[in-house]
């Protein structure tokens, strides 16, 4: 039995938690991690014990065995998780000799000294921490790991795919090569589709196989409901009046569905967490109500971040808590009566991280959807009259409930900004000949792809702007630009940083903000409205005060790429008759309109709609990438072979083509020859075209991000399958 090979203090916890049994996935885990030598892949829904699994055997293997060294790393997202994941293993570990330790950017140095000082037991980590250690305590890394047993990866579907993610694979090659140790890896997550690529990604660079045990889902209660409101004209409401006609109908059901003991509210960023708290704030207190509202994203300031993860966790009071993908992670935040989505989330996975915050204990999963929608006026084109939002929300569900379909994670093959990075990193550490640090990054997994010659066109390159220097004995190091680079904090990061304005009223501060607004503007933060007293650019602060009324978006950003399947399935949303029992009046009514609407049009058969002023609408009915490469193909070959005047849109939904002297039937015989010609993505750039959308593409030769962006971003065959199958 599983629970009589773990260590004493570990049953002593267990009896101590009045478990009845271990969980499937935690005798799984087990199984694998005490009789084979296998990398661990576990996959499970949200509150299934998948922390338990992995620490459970990793902590009783590490006790029978102390390692000299850090025994067990924990590579964790976001330090709210980190945080949350300290204060668990702390409990477990009460009784036994084996420190955990967590290290971010929010923990005190005396804490980070004393690691350095005594290492042992586990380090709780961030990628960006991680990479300041390699760098900075270099000549300190086999005192640290050399004894290494475990690396334990949470949450990898956020990682895989990503450049942080490649980030990790190279910080544990580069690990490995110096202290000539290969621990095992373990990686979580509750939302994989494919297993055989988080497999394959988390093997990467060794040469162990990865187990991946099957365990049958526990089926638990799902409670889902989807409304659609028409966006409200109510701005200003008379000081006192406390009607409900007077409030947004849209933030009034918001308000009535977060009436519980303890709710979530998740948006698809800053700004609309800040506008919806805002709102059930001024509803609250215009009945009369307490404030009980949070809001909790990564421009929030530590303490108002820990104050809100408190109140969710605080079985005695009310709270209501608006989230970015920061609440999205597997942090504990205990029961949660109801999970509410303002418009659609990204993706099945987003979909179903949200909907596993609650449910737990054995509860049923309780989340209600909110989609808003402007109002039509009468003028509008056919793809305005589309409730996409809607349709998306929908789309999602259903290929849950129907297939327990999730997206599969889109590889990288020329990760550029990331090869500048590791290369720089590495060479932090002291000078290299060219073919030693070539023979060190290009064996690192993320750049199996990068062929050598790339690599010293990269090379020469940053010699010629000073990143790196080449000595007289032929060794390359870092240059005085390069120091720069390296030299400034914001380096340890591989995704873009901003320049933020710290926000301060009076001594106390509440988080960061780009763009800062002139004095006497407002801003909105931490769901409340601020004036501007003062802006301090060269310390990059802004003083503020509490004020009332309407505020400017702080904030801008995506929301990443949508998957084929999403936008097929949205199709059929469209076009078929099922009757989805969890949408509400609203919802139901403005789907019946559209599906109205759908049919006189064609939809289901037609996929290009002439409009008046010789125009043409194309629902290509494809993901962000497959969009985004037939927007070029239009563009760069259509606009000059078929003299198509203009093209706009909204991705990944529709185009509008304005077809000059073009016919309809002869882009539509275009557009699905496709996938019978041989062209090469690379002929979708212009000629001039630079793309530079990651963190250091500025210092990529401009050939090489051409290379990068053909192969990465673009994608003709699948273009070519879905035009051909019209």
């Given at each position: 039995m599983p629970f009589d090979r773990l260590a004493p203090f570990i049953q002593e916890y267990i009896y101590q938690q009045a478990w009845t049994d271990m969980r499937p996935v935690q005798v799984e885990a087990c199984r694998v991690l005490f009789e084979t030598n296998a990398h661990l892949l576990i996959s499970a829904g949200t509150a299934s014990g998948k922390t338990e699994a992995a620490f459970l055997p990793v902590l009783t293997l590490l006790y029978e065995d102390p390692p000299t060294t850090i025994g067990a790393l924990?590579?964790?997202?976001?330090?709210?998780?980190?945080n949350d994941q300290f204060d668990r293993l702390t409990d477990l570990l009460e009784h036994a000799e084996i420190p955990v330790w967590a290290w971010h950017g929010d923990i005190v140095q005396s804490r980070k000294a004393q690691v350095l000082k005594d290492p042992r037991g586990i380090l709780q980590i961030t990628p960006e921490s991680l990479e300041s250690l390699l760098i900075n305590k270099n000549a300190e890394l086999v005192r640290?790991?050399?004894?290494?047993?475990f690396v334990v990866i949470d949450e990898i579907h956020a990682f895989m795919g990503t450049e942080r993610g490649g980030q990790i694979l190279c910080q544990l090659g580069r690990l490995a090569r110096l202290t000539q140790n290969h621990p095992r890896r373990i990686g979580l997550s509750a939302t994989l589709g494919d297993y055989s690529l988080a497999e394959a990604w988390l093997q990467a660079g060794t040469s162990r196989p990865v187990i991946t045990p099957l365990i049958q889902a526990d089926p638990r209660q799902i409670h889902l409901a989807v409304e659609h409101f028409w966006r409200s004209k109510l701005l200003v409401r008379a000081k006192g009046d406390t009607r409900d006609s007077t409030f947004s109908p849209d933030r009034l059901h918001l308000f009535h569905q977060s009436q519980v003991h303890k709710g979530l509210i998740f948006a698809n960023g800053r700004p609309e967490t800040e506008a919806s708290i805002a709102s059930l704030r001024q509803i609250a207190a215009a009945k009369g109500l307490p404030d009980i509202y949070h809001v909790h994203h990564g421009s929030i300031s530590a303490g108002l971040r820990e104050t809100a993860e408190q109140a969710m966790r605080d079985r005695t009071i009310p709270a209501v808590t608006a989230a970015t993908v920061t609440f999205e992670m597997g942090i504990d935040l205990g029961q949660l009566d109801r999970v509410?989505?303002?418009?659609?989330?990204?993706?099945?996975?987003?979909?179903?991280?949200?909907?596993?915050?609650s449910g737990r204990r054995g509860n049923a999963a309780d989340m209600r959807f909110i989609c808003v929608e402007e109002k039509p006026t009468g003028g509008e084109l056919l793809p305005d009259k589309i409730p996409w939002q809607l349709l998306q929300c929908i789309a999602i569900i259903q290929l849950y409930l129907e297939e327990k379909w999730i997206e599969p994670i889109h590889p990288v093959h020329y990760p550029l900004s990331l090869l500048y990075h590791q290369t720089l990193s590495i060479l932090a550490a002291g000078e290299l000949s060219p073919a030693a640090l070539a023979q060190q990054i290009l064996t690192l997994a993320p750049f199996r792809a990068i062929e050598p010659e790339d690599f010293r066109l990269l090379l020469r390159h940053l010699i010629e702007l000073d990143h790196v220097q080449k000595t007289k004995e032929g060794g390359l190091m870092i240059g005085l630009a390069g120091e720069r680079v390296v030299g400034n904090f914001k380096f340890f990061a591989t995704f873009p940083d901003n320049e933020e304005y710290l926000v301060m009223c009076e001594a106390v501060e509440l988080g960061s903000i780009v763009s800062p607004p002139a004095t006497g503007e407002k801003i909105a933060l931490a769901g409340r409205t601020w004036e501007v007293l003062e802006v301090d650019s060269r310390k990059k602060t802004l003083s503020v005060k509490p004020s009332l009324g309407e505020a400017s978006i702080s904030w801008h950003g995506g929301s990443g790429n949508t998957h084929t399947r999403i936008l097929q399935r949205m199709r059929r949303v469209l076009?078929?008759?099922?009757?989805y029992r969890y949408l509400q009046p609203g919802a139901k009514e403005r789907l019946q309109q559209v599906r109205k609407l759908a049919k006189r049009f064609k939809l289901d058969r037609q996929y290009i709609l002439p409009l008046e002023d010789n125009a043409c609408c194309v629902f290509p009915w494809a993901g962000t990438i497959a969009f985004q490469t037939l927007v070029r193909f239009l563009r760069l070959h259509c606009r000059e072979a078929l003299k198509v005047k203009g093209i706009f849109g909204r991705s990944p939904y529709y185009l509008i083509v304005h077809l000059g002297k073009c016919k309809l039937d002869q882009l539509q015989c275009e557009l699905e020859s496709i996938a019978e010609r041989q062209l090469d993505p690379a002929d979708l750039l212009r000629p001039d075209e630079v793309p530079n959308l990651q963190k250091y593409d500025e210092f990529i030769p401009p050939e090489l991000l051409r290379k990068a962006f053909a192969c990465d971003r673009l994608d003709l065959k699948e273009l070519g399958d879905i035009l051909s199958s019209k």
């Amino acid at each position: 039995m599983p629970f009589d090979r773990l260590a004493p203090f570990i049953q002593e916890y267990i009896y101590q938690q009045a478990w009845t049994d271990m969980r499937p996935v935690q005798v799984e885990a087990c199984r694998v991690l005490f009789e084979t030598n296998a990398h661990l892949l576990i996959s499970a829904g949200t509150a299934s014990g998948k922390t338990e699994a992995a620490f459970l055997p990793v902590l009783t293997l590490l006790y029978e065995d102390p390692p000299t060294t850090i025994g067990a790393l924990y590579i964790g997202p976001i330090k709210a998780l980190i945080n949350d994941q300290f204060d668990r293993l702390t409990d477990l570990l009460e009784h036994a000799e084996i420190p955990v330790w967590a290290w971010h950017g929010d923990i005190v140095q005396s804490r980070k000294a004393q690691v350095l000082k005594d290492p042992r037991g586990i380090l709780q980590i961030t990628p960006e921490s991680l990479e300041s250690l390699l760098i900075n305590k270099n000549a300190e890394l086999v005192r640290l790991f050399a004894d290494l047993r475990f690396v334990v990866i949470d949450e990898i579907h956020a990682f895989m795919g990503t450049e942080r993610g490649g980030q990790i694979l190279c910080q544990l090659g580069r690990l490995a090569r110096l202290t000539q140790n290969h621990p095992r890896r373990i990686g979580l997550s509750a939302t994989l589709g494919d297993y055989s690529l988080a497999e394959a990604w988390l093997q990467a660079g060794t040469s162990r196989p990865v187990i991946t045990p099957l365990i049958q889902a526990d089926p638990r209660q799902i409670h889902l409901a989807v409304e659609h409101f028409w966006r409200s004209k109510l701005l200003v409401r008379a000081k006192g009046d406390t009607r409900d006609s007077t409030f947004s109908p849209d933030r009034l059901h918001l308000f009535h569905q977060s009436q519980v003991h303890k709710g979530l509210i998740f948006a698809n960023g800053r700004p609309e967490t800040e506008a919806s708290i805002a709102s059930l704030r001024q509803i609250a207190a215009a009945k009369g109500l307490p404030d009980i509202y949070h809001v909790h994203h990564g421009s929030i300031s530590a303490g108002l971040r820990e104050t809100a993860e408190q109140a969710m966790r605080d079985r005695t009071i009310p709270a209501v808590t608006a989230a970015t993908v920061t609440f999205e992670m597997g942090i504990d935040l205990g029961q949660l009566d109801r999970v509410i989505q303002l418009e659609s989330p990204p993706s099945v996975s987003s979909f179903l991280q949200r909907l596993g915050r609650s449910g737990r204990r054995g509860n049923a999963a309780d989340m209600r959807f909110i989609c808003v929608e402007e109002k039509p006026t009468g003028g509008e084109l056919l793809p305005d009259k589309i409730p996409w939002q809607l349709l998306q929300c929908i789309a999602i569900i259903q290929l849950y409930l129907e297939e327990k379909w999730i997206e599969p994670i889109h590889p990288v093959h020329y990760p550029l900004s990331l090869l500048y990075h590791q290369t720089l990193s590495i060479l932090a550490a002291g000078e290299l000949s060219p073919a030693a640090l070539a023979q060190q990054i290009l064996t690192l997994a993320p750049f199996r792809a990068i062929e050598p010659e790339d690599f010293r066109l990269l090379l020469r390159h940053l010699i010629e702007l000073d990143h790196v220097q080449k000595t007289k004995e032929g060794g390359l190091m870092i240059g005085l630009a390069g120091e720069r680079v390296v030299g400034n904090f914001k380096f340890f990061a591989t995704f873009p940083d901003n320049e933020e304005y710290l926000v301060m009223c009076e001594a106390v501060e509440l988080g960061s903000i780009v763009s800062p607004p002139a004095t006497g503007e407002k801003i909105a933060l931490a769901g409340r409205t601020w004036e501007v007293l003062e802006v301090d650019s060269r310390k990059k602060t802004l003083s503020v005060k509490p004020s009332l009324g309407e505020a400017s978006i702080s904030w801008h950003g995506g929301s990443g790429n949508t998957h084929t399947r999403i936008l097929q399935r949205m199709r059929r949303v469209l076009t078929e008759d099922t009757d989805y029992r969890y949408l509400q009046p609203g919802a139901k009514e403005r789907l019946q309109q559209v599906r109205k609407l759908a049919k006189r049009f064609k939809l289901d058969r037609q996929y290009i709609l002439p409009l008046e002023d010789n125009a043409c609408c194309v629902f290509p009915w494809a993901g962000t990438i497959a969009f985004q490469t037939l927007v070029r193909f239009l563009r760069l070959h259509c606009r000059e072979a078929l003299k198509v005047k203009g093209i706009f849109g909204r991705s990944p939904y529709y185009l509008i083509v304005h077809l000059g002297k073009c016919k309809l039937d002869q882009l539509q015989c275009e557009l699905e020859s496709i996938a019978e010609r041989q062209l090469d993505p690379a002929d979708l750039l212009r000629p001039d075209e630079v793309p530079n959308l990651q963190k250091y593409d500025e210092f990529i030769p401009p050939e090489l991000l051409r290379k990068a962006f053909a192969c990465d971003r673009l994608d003709l065959k699948e273009l070519g399958d879905i035009l051909s199958s019209k």
